[in-house]
């Protein structure tokens, strides 16, 4: 069974089925627009927090580093609250939609951005922010250069919240609703089709998450050892 699962599978994916391509067109989509903003919220907070000197940075990275643990079906059923149309938000209309998702995800994926960030800025050479102000250099332009010589880190960072979006469920499922063509991305079809028996499209999704998990954590070694060698 579990063979000619995969043997459907892949058929499934290079004949460009549309229930195949289809949820993967929405993860890829969604999972780019929520890290593209999640790096652009946590990015610098991680900066503050690594490079920062002041009262409650303990509790502060304490607090990050919890986050990065958070269960993803807490995050839907707080978004959930407000967007449901009792609820703050729900006059904007947006429960079961793209964008509802894209909220959750950037919930989701900005602490653990944040938290690899601060740990990477902190363990920098403290006599590149040392050289920077000593020049005249500001703490923002301190950041900034300290931020550019640790970019390989940055960048594990950023990929570390894309994957972690990219492969969640509970999110996905509570704030998307699973809609065919809309919001049913790879992970809700994996859960929706396998449950109705439907074994070779829950294959053939799961071999594209892998796939690109795997592509993402390649590119960012790759680009790593690269740095390194440079030096």
Same mark, same amino acid.
């Given at each position: 069974?579990?063979? *000619?699962?995969?043997?459907?599978?892949?058929? =499934?994916?290079?004949?460009?089925?549309?229930?195949?391509?289809?949820?993967?067109?929405?993860?890829?989509?969604?999972?780019?627009?929520?890290?593209?903003?999640?790096? %652009?919220?946590?990015?610098?907070?991680?900066?503050?927090?690594?490079?920062? @000197?002041? @009262?409650?940075?303990?509790?502060?990275?304490?607090?990050?580093? $919890?986050?990065?643990?958070?269960? $993803?079906?807490?995050?839907? =059923?707080?978004?959930?609250?407000?967007?449901?149309?009792?609820? #703050?938000?729900?006059?904007?209309?947006?429960?079961?939609?793209?964008?509802?998702?894209?909220?959750?995800?950037?919930?989701?994926?900005?602490?653990?951005?944040?938290?690899?960030?601060?740990?990477?800025?902190? @363990?920098?050479? #403290?006599?590149?922010?040392?050289?920077?102000?000593?020049?005249?250099?500001?703490? =923002? @332009? %301190?950041?900034?250069?300290? %931020?550019?010589?640790?970019?390989?880190?940055?960048?594990?960072?950023?990929?570390?919240?894309?994957?972690?979006?990219?492969?969640?469920?509970?999110?996905?499922?509570?704030?998307?609703?699973?809609?065919?063509?809309?919001?049913?991305?790879?992970?809700?079809?994996?859960?929706? *089709?396998?449950?109705?028996? *439907?074994?070779?499209?829950?294959? %053939?999704?799961?071999?594209?998450?892998?796939?690109?998990? =795997?592509?993402?954590?390649?590119?960012?070694?790759?680009?790593?050892?690269?740095?390194?060698? *440079?030096?």
């Amino acid at each position: 069974m579990i063979l *000619e699962g995969l043997k459907e599978g892949f058929g =499934l994916l290079f004949s460009l089925d549309p229930e195949v391509w289809g949820p993967i067109k929405v993860s890829t989509t969604v999972a780019l627009s929520s890290t593209a903003i999640a790096s %652009a919220l946590a990015l610098p907070l991680g900066l503050f927090v690594g490079l920062g @000197r002041f @009262r409650g940075r303990r509790l502060m990275v304490s607090l990050l580093n $919890t986050l990065m643990a958070l269960p $993803t079906v807490l995050v839907g =059923l707080l978004v959930y609250a407000f967007i449901t149309r009792r609820g #703050p938000l729900g006059s904007f209309d947006l429960l079961y939609t793209q964008a509802a998702m894209v909220i959750g995800q950037v919930i989701l994926a900005t602490p653990i951005i944040a938290a690899f960030c601060a740990a990477a800025v902190e @363990r920098a050479d #403290p006599r590149i922010e040392q050289s920077v102000l000593g020049l005249g250099g500001g703490r =923002l @332009r %301190a950041a900034v250069v300290v %931020a550019l010589e640790n970019r390989s880190a940055l960048a594990a960072a950023v990929a570390a919240g894309f994957g972690r979006v990219f492969a969640e469920v509970g999110i996905s499922m509570m704030l998307g609703g699973n809609i065919r063509g809309y919001t049913r991305n790879i992970t809700t079809g994996i859960a929706f *089709e396998t449950g109705k028996g *439907e074994f070779a499209l829950g294959v %053939a999704l799961g071999v594209v998450l892998l796939v690109v998990a =795997l592509a993402v954590n390649l590119a960012v070694g790759i680009w790593q050892y690269r740095k390194k060698a *440079e030096k």
